[in-house]
Nanobody, 120 residues
Framework: VQLVESGGGLVQAGGSLRLSCAAS????????MGWYRQAPGKQRELVATITSGGSTNFADSVKGRFTISRDNTKRTVLLQMNSLKPEDTAIYYC???????????????WGQGTQVTVSS
């Protein structure tokens, strides 16, 4: 199972970015998908998650600014980030809770991360 992210970059405060993540490989089903981030010197934290049924959860710090969506057929998850702030600067990681074809049950998988930098 592979998760490939795209869409990071450098943006000024107040700007927008969209992150995309596509899951591929020996996948039987995907439960939750989401985004986490890790800033320098800090622990990785949840940004937003979405279930296969479309229920969402957001960190308080991004509520009202970020939205998350997914396409179950394409196995993709998008994070639309608006009104970005310098404190949103971090490496953003895609996460998926996947049941693969190996029969071992659901496991967490992670993307390689994509850098988001917001300048003031």
């Amino acid at each position: 199972v592979q998760l490939v992210e795209s869409g990071g970059g450098l943006v000024q405060a107040g700007g927008s970015l969209r992150l995309s993540c596509a899951a591929s490989g020996s996948i039987l089903s995907i439960s939750a998908m989401g985004w986490y981030r890790q800033a320098p010197g800090k622990q990785r934290e949840l940004v937003a998650t979405i279930t296969s049924g479309g229920s969402t959860n957001f960190a308080d710090s991004v509520k009202g600014r970020f939205t998350i969506s997914r396409d179950n057929t394409k196995r993709t998850v998008l994070l639309q980030m608006n009104s970005l702030k310098p404190e949103d600067t971090a490496i953003y990681y895609c996460n998926a809770y996947v049941r693969s074809l190996d029969g071992l049950g659901y496991r967490d998988y992670w993307g390689q991360g994509t850098q988001v930098t917001v300048s003031s």
